[in-house]
């Protein structure tokens, strides 16, 4: 009986902690990012741009410096963004399908030997500052090769001209390892926060979170984190223990940490269903 109290206490304590840490971090100022609506049904597939969603590291070039998508500068060899253009850029750092572990460690290592960059290209999907619609910003990525930069490309964008079409381009990437498609609206500004131009197209759920307590662990997990307690957007409240590793639970994701989890749709009272951890965002 007295261990259970322990129990309780210890998670009352780590909740109390991580609303403290969690009223600090909603304080910090993030760097402003358009954000996608997730693919709700069948839409005018030959109106949008398509292009594969890159399993990387968002960044933001603001014309000067790379940053993350919380504002955070990241600390690449000078050589990396020899060359480019002043133009602000919305990218993705990537390495290559299935090696976001990878790219996440590096984003966050501040001393990572300068040859591990080597291989890491800045993917850019869109131009914040560029005020015409998709197309046109389509066009005026794809001239980023005159900057001469072997570490900068944009994203390939293309057409398809039927849902039958799109589902088959997903089922082809989801195959090779990839994470799933973006439709981008021809005619859509870039705005930042959600846009309904803007849309992800995944064969399962995805959001964000930020950790704000834990369950401790029962049975074999026993003196483990059995569970994290996390809050969305909307303020919602639920647990992530689905997912975790030995090693995860053993060393959790630090209370204030932003996570991603997957879901398959909503219950009645509107929380995810089958809510699994996925990974730690890298700021």
Known sequence: ?????????RAWMWTGLAMLLLA????????PLQLAESYQGEVQVEQYWISEKLDGVRGR???????????YPIRSPAWFTQGWPT??????LWLGRGRFEQISALVRTSDAPEQDWQQVRFMVFDLPAHTGAFSERVAAMARLGEYGSDYLAPVPQFRLA?????????EQVVAAGGEGLMLHHQAARYQDGRNA?????KPYDDAEAVVVGYSPGRGKYQGLVG???VQDEQGRRFRLGSGLSDAEREQPPA????????????????????????RLRPE
């Open 1 to 9: 009986m007295s261990g259970q109290k322990d129990d309780e206490m």
């Open 24 to 31: 600090q971090g909603l304080c910090a100022q993030q760097a």
């Open 61 to 71: 070039w603001d014309g000067q410096q790379l940053l993350t998508r919380s504002g």
């Open 87 to 92: 133009q602000p850029m919305d990218g993705e």
């Open 162 to 170: 039927s849902t039958a079409a799109l589902e088959r381009e997903l």
């Open 197 to 201: 131009g803007l849309i992800k197209l």
């Open 227 to 229: 569970a994290l307690v």
């Open 255 to 278: 209370l204030g940490a932003r996570v991603t989890y997957r879901y398959n749709g909503l219950t009645p009272s509107g929380l995810p269903r089958f809510a699994r951890y996925l």
